[in-house]
């Protein structure tokens, strides 16, 4: 069992180092030769210990024979630190260029794998984002990639180099002698063992911690994208508690992990250090006897020090690249996620007629709730239909299959007769508009806010659907025109200016269908009247869906569709649906609309 689970976390990170490398393909020609370079300099790095020991070995060797020759053992140092220098030198030089190709190679490729993500990610179904807890997503996809971007541009080299400088060590350390590295070997599998022991405990615990980390970031990153209801409630000491309780968490596991750690880092610390007193001893002992000369200890000691730190270095190492192997997988889960539908049949232009055919639906988080139920209506091309209802009764979700964010469990949503299940979503998309009830700038300029109706469109295009949407007067009165930021870090706009630039940018759009959830907030009566002209001019040639809390607006519909508990219970003209003294009448009597 703990076998398979074992030969599962090795293929993991095969296939996780395998996918992040598929990613650096493309830069194989800076990364190869980076690589090759890094392997060089550790070669080099070897000629430290091997120089050091002919400074210090030969001198003293020369005594011990008794017929020391200064000059020439002297003139032997000079050359020796000569040649030390230049290595050096040259292992400087190639340094600074394989940090570079690293990582020039290695965030080229990362970047590519944050585009191709972030691509994948715009394609993903709605239900995928509603799925999620907010913030949560885009938190573990940049934790994610930071995993692999320090593996990448760090831990990979660091292996690299280890790998060669222990190989090289040790095969130096049985050349001075054989009978020494086996008894400093004979410590390894001991180490070996308490890495294998504790390592797995420290790394459950740090996942824990992590976990407990990000938990804490998700109760901040809530409070304060909420902020306004926090104060609005008074609820600062209710956030600070479950903050201080992620926090608490946090400290708790961190605090396990660290007995863990420190348990496993005094015992290798005593491990090292004594089987290396150990050896100095046996050697102490050999050299007293004249079984090594002065020259082979002092390499044997140097070349140990380098392979203990480099076996010193692994734990890290491997805790690193299964860090890797966690992140690649769950990114590598998030690329295996399916992508929306892209539809068979081009929509290019549609006429704008659309009915709903019998369509139930019910969310996927809540399979036991149906919100829709054998929902039909038709609305032909440039007419006005009004949904009416009450709060939950499936008005915004009508919106939603419309715009295809989900499919209908069964029945059909029909675009000129065809089943937009087998039109192209994004062709749909581009030819429906949408008008919040409140609208969300992003932040740019007011020009770009516009122009995301139709990415593209000349600057009088844009100021010309200003015009037409009561925009361009307020626009223009503002310090910086149509360059003024607005959005979270811009100038806050009053909620009319900001519908009117959301009507600016779906004229830009010049949709065939509108969909148009009305602001239930009051405006002022010139704000009003600004916006209601504004729409009218939207509204025109064009079918329009109106979520209507209005009565001037339900006056005008050409057809009313009464909805409750997803049902269309009613429908037709305001003057029918007032004189059939049902549903309607009774939410117009009470100003429910
Ligand atoms: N993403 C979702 N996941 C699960 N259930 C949802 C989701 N969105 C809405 N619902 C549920 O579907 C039902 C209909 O919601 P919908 O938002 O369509 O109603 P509405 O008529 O637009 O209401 P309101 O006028 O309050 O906006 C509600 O019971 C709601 O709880």
Request: some cysteine.
């Amino acid at each position: 069992m703990r076998n398979s689970g074992e030969d599962k976390k090795k293929r993991d990170i095969k296939g996780g180092l395998a996918w992040v490398l598929s990613y650096v393909r493309p830069y194989r020609h800076i990364f190869i030769p980076s690589l090759v370079a890094l392997f060089v300099t550790a070669a080099l790095s070897l000629a430290f210990p091997f120089f050091l020991k002919e400074l210090i070995g030969d001198p003293a060797d020369a005594w011990k024979d008794g017929s020391i020759d200064v000059l020439a053992t002297r003139k032997k140092a000079d050359e020796t630190i000569l040649w030390l220098v230049g290595i050096l030198a040259v292992q400087a030089f190639i340094a600074y260029w394989r940090v570079r190709g690293f990582t020039r190679a290695g965030e080229a490729a990362l970047n590519d794998l944050r585009r191709d993500l972030f691509q994948h990610l715009l394609k993903l179904p709605m239900p995928f984002f509603q799925d999620q807890r907010s913030g949560s997503l885009s938190n573990r996809i940049s934790a994610d990639l930071g995993v692999v971007r320090e593996t990448v541009l760090n831990t990979l080299p660091q292996a690299a180099r280890h790998s060669v400088v222990l190989v090289g060590s040790l095969i130096a350390i049985f050349v001075f002698s054989w009978k020494l590295s086996l008894v400093m070997l004979c410590s390894v599998p001991v180490v070996v063992l308490a890495v294998a022991i504790s390592g797995r405990k420290v790394r459950k615990h740090s996942r824990e911690a992590q976990d407990a980390l990000a938990e804490s970031g998700m109760v901040m990153e809530e409070s304060v994208q909420g902020i306004a209801d926090v104060k609005a409630f008074s609820n600062e000491s209710f956030e600070k508690t479950r903050y201080d309780r992620a926090l608490d968490r946090f400290f708790d596991v961190t605090l396990k992990g660290a007995n863990a750690r420190a348990a496993f880092l005094s015992f290798v610390i005593f491990a090292m250090f004594g089987t290396i007193g150990g050896v100095a001893w046996y050697g102490s002992h050999m050299l007293a006897g004249g079984g090594i000369d002065q020259k082979d200890f002092t390499g044997f000691i140097l070349f140990s020090v380098f392979v203990g730190a480099s076996l010193g270095t692994m734990p890290e190492i491997i805790s690193q690249f299964q860090a890797m192997s966690g992140a690649t997988e769950r990114l590598r889960e998030l690329m295996a996620e399916r992508s929306e539908r892209s539809g068979r049949l081009s929509a290019a232009k549609l006429g704008g007629a659309l009915a709903f055919d019998n369509v139930s639906f019910r969310y996927p988080s809540r399979p036991d709730a149906p919100v829709l139920h054998e929902l039909s209506f038709i609305a032909e091309p440039g007419k006005r239909i009004a949904l009416v209802g009450p709060s939950g009764a499936g008005k915004s979700t009508v919106f939603s299959l419309i715009l295809g964010f989900h499919e209908p469990e069964s029945g059909r949503v029909l675009f000129d007769e065809s089943n937009a299940a087998d039109l192209e979503l994004a062709a749909i998309r581009k030819q429906i508009a949408v008008v919040p009830q409140e609208v969300m700038l992003f932040g740019g300029s007011i020009r770009e806010n516009i122009e995301y109706g139709r990415p593209g469109a000349s600057a009088e295009d844009i100021e010309a659907a200003a015009k037409q949407a009561n925009a361009h007067e307020f626009i223009s009165k503002l310090p910086e025109g149509y360059d003024t930021l607005v959005g979270p870090r811009g100038v806050k706009l009053s909620g009319g200016q900001r519908q009117r630039i959301a009507i600016a940018r779906a004229i830009l759009a010049d949709p065939r269908i509108l969909l148009l959830d009305e602001a239930t907030s009051a405006l002022d009566t010139e704000s009003e009247r600004l916006v209601n002209e504004a729409l009218e001019r939207l509204m025109t040639g064009r079918t329009s869906l109106v979520i209507a809390h209005r009565l001037s607006t339900v006056r005008d519909a050409d057809t009313i569709l009464v909805l409750n508990h997803g049902k269309l219970v009613e429908s037709g003209t305001h003057d029918q649906l007032i004189a059939k003294q049902g549903t309607y009448h009774l939410l117009a009597e009470t100003q429910l609309l």
